[in-house]
């Protein structure tokens, strides 16, 4: 039983209860059950039977007595009464012959049943003869049926009648020894079953009780050993169940104890040797450290020269940005100024092409005039005398059209001359405006150029500034880190104090010998290393970097290289996580004190 777990032997206990309660309560049920049917037949039909026959007896000698009162008084009255009432027995008995017939199922009962029906049977013969004698008025050969023949017939029907009342007595004393045989059967089984479950609840409680409380009290036993720091005994684990596994984990305990107080006990000494070893590497870390911080303020100081002149740099590039910006816009300006004269230009020259073309039709117009002034002469000249008048007028407008013809050629010369000047000065604008359009250019690529470089100046200004807050806080952590470096120091001298006190600690425990030894070389195995310093790399002074001024000077854009700073603001955390050296094994003990460099 020890083999199953403790709630399965509880369930299977509860189980085996519950089954022998079910047991005695089917045991209770059938007993009960019989006792009944037994009681029911006593009640129902034994009872039954005997009060039929006591009822038929009570009958027969009402009979009876009806018919000696017929024989002895006259009476019509009484007469009267005597038939009525034998007619009403009568018809009592038939009722109970009929219960009888329905209860009775024994073949003794039947068979007596049967004789009483014959018995009854003469009886009523021999009776309805004496009541006829008696209606014919015979009443001496009626006394003599009576005296001879009715009584005889009635003792034998009454016989008749006790038989079956004896036998049925009888079979009720037997049904009642039944029901109280039963009742006896009952209280025996009950008794029994009870003491049955009784018995093995009391097993099961004491084997359960038992395979619980051993292994707890012997728990219990190794937990006290072990709290007074005795290791060396041996839990023995002998079941599978919750307290096997309460054991099981005692004894791991105990190993996991004996392991790490072995362990303990044999790097005591090893954490001693290495927190003088630590005090000692604190102490030439703290010297260094303090020359580190010396070198930082000097690297701070001219970080803040640095910062001083990129911020005087900055603001002359602002200023001259500034100046590009008004010169781009007043090239701009010029610009459109001489886009207008260009089209003044293009409208000036599209006007003397028009004149021209005003006055050559003016030409036209002189010259046809002066043909129609001649062909008017000739016709004067037709005329006569009559024409003289009109041939002179003719003249004068032959002389006004030549004089219109040549101050139109003059006039077309000038403005042909007008046309090809103003066409050389369209050509010289257009010239201009191309030259002013690619100044415009170069002084906006100016200006942009002048504003990229006055951007970089105002990022290198706010790089050196973050360079110069990070100088800080570097110095401001390596005077916080000599601060803790002799705090270290404090701390190794207080653990190598508290080793010591460890090892007198770990005293109290009692090991076995075997597991001391192993435990103990291989700890020593692989604790020696870790007393040895890590190496680190000697330190070096700052260099001042002139990156700054020649990315200043390139023509290359300085956004990427001055932006870094802004993003470079939590390096040094990520750098020192980055840097952080795994775990691994040191170099020999011979180390100098250069070793405790990177500590």
């Known amino acids: 039983m020890n083999q199953l777990k403790i709630s399965t032997r509880l369930a299977v206990a509860f189980a085996v209860m519950v089954l022998l309660l079910a047991t005695l309560g089917a045991v209770s049920l059938v007993r009960s059950a019989n006792q009944r049917t037994e009681l029911k037949e006593v009640i129902d039909v034994r009872l039954q039977i005997i009060k039929s026959l006591g009822v038929l007896n009570d009958g027969v000698n009402e009979q009876a007595i009806q ?53 009854r049977a003469d009886f009523l013969k021999l009776r309805d003869q004496y009541l006829a004698l008696l209606q014919q008025g015979q009443r001496d050969e009626g006394l003599k049926l009576l005296e001879e023949q009715l009584r005889p017939a009635q003792r034998a029907y009454m016989a008749a009648i006790d038989e079956q009342m004896e036998f049925q007595s009888l079979k009720t004393a037997d049904a009642g020894a039944r029901a109280e045989a039963a009742a006896a059967a009952l209280q025996r089984d009950v008794l029994i079953a009870g003491a049955l479950a009784i018995g093995i609840a009391i097993f099961l409680a004491v084997s359960i009780i038992r395979s619980i409380t051993r292994p707890l009290a012997q728990a219990v036993e190794a937990a006290d050993r072990v709290a007074s720091g005795d290791l060396s005994g041996q839990i023995v684990v002998q079941s599978k169940d919750e307290t096997g596994h309460l054991l099981s984990a005692l004894q791991r305990m105990q190993q996991s104890l004996v392991n790490t107080v072995s362990t303990v006990r044999s790097n005591a000494e090893g954490v001693a040797s290495a927190s003088a070893q630590i005090a000692s590497g604190n102490n030439d870390l703290s010297a260094r450290t303090e020359q580190q911080a010396s070198a930082l303020e000097e690297t701070a100081a001219s970080m803040e020269e640095l910062g001083s002149t990129v911020r005087q740099n900055a603001d002359n590039a602002r200023a001259a940005n500034q100046l590009a910006v008004s010169a781009s816009t007043v090239a701009v300006q010029g610009g459109d100024v001489v886009a207008e004269v260009v089209e003044t230009m293009k409208g000036i020259n599209a006007s003397s092409n028009k004149i021209a073309d005003i006055i050559s039709v003016i030409d036209g117009i002189a010259f046809q005039t002066n043909i129609l002034a001649l062909n008017a002469a000739v016709e004067a000249a037709r005329a006569g005398e009559q024409g003289r008048g009109f041939a002179v007028v003719a003249g004068e407008v032959r002389n006004l059209a030549g004089r219109s013809a040549e101050a139109a050629k003059e006039i077309k010369a000038l403005i042909t001359a007008s046309v090809e000047r103003v066409e050389q000065g369209t050509a010289l604008v257009d010239k201009a405006g191309a030259t002013m359009t690619e100044v415009v250019s170069a002084i906006r690529r100016v200006t942009d150029i002048m504003g990229e470089i006055s951007a970089a100046s105002s990022e290198q200004s706010a790089g050196v500034g973050q360079v110069g807050e990070a100088v800080t806080q570097m110095d401001q952590a390596t005077q916080q880190n000599a601060a803790l470096v002799e705090e270290m120091a404090a701390a190794a001298s207080a653990l190598n104090a508290q080793a010591g006190e460890l090892v007198n600690a770990v005293a ?87 070793d405790w460099e990177s500590f």
């Open 67 to 119: 018919v000696r009162n017929l024989a002895i008084f006259t009476k019509e009255s009484i007469v009267k009464s005597a038939t009525s009432q034998i007619s009403a027995s009568a018809a009592e008995i038939d009722a109970q012959y009929k219960t009888l017939n329905e209860l009775l199922v024994s073949d003794k009962g039947k068979e007596l049943l049967t004789r009483m029906q014959q018995r």
């Open 508 to 594: 109290v425990f009692k090991l076995d010998a075997s597991s001391t030894n192993s435990s103990y070389s291989q700890n020593r195995s692989t604790a020696a290393p870790a007393r040895t310093p890590m190496a680190a790399p000697s330190y070096k002074a700052p260099a001042r970097s002139t990156s700054l001024g020649s990315s200043a000077k390139s023509g290359s854009k300085p956004t990427a290289s001055l932006a870094a700073p802004k993003a470079s603001s939590a390096a040094p955390a990520a750098a020192a996580k980055a840097a952080a050296p795994s775990p691994a094994p040191a170099p020999k003990a011979g180390g100098s004190d250069d």
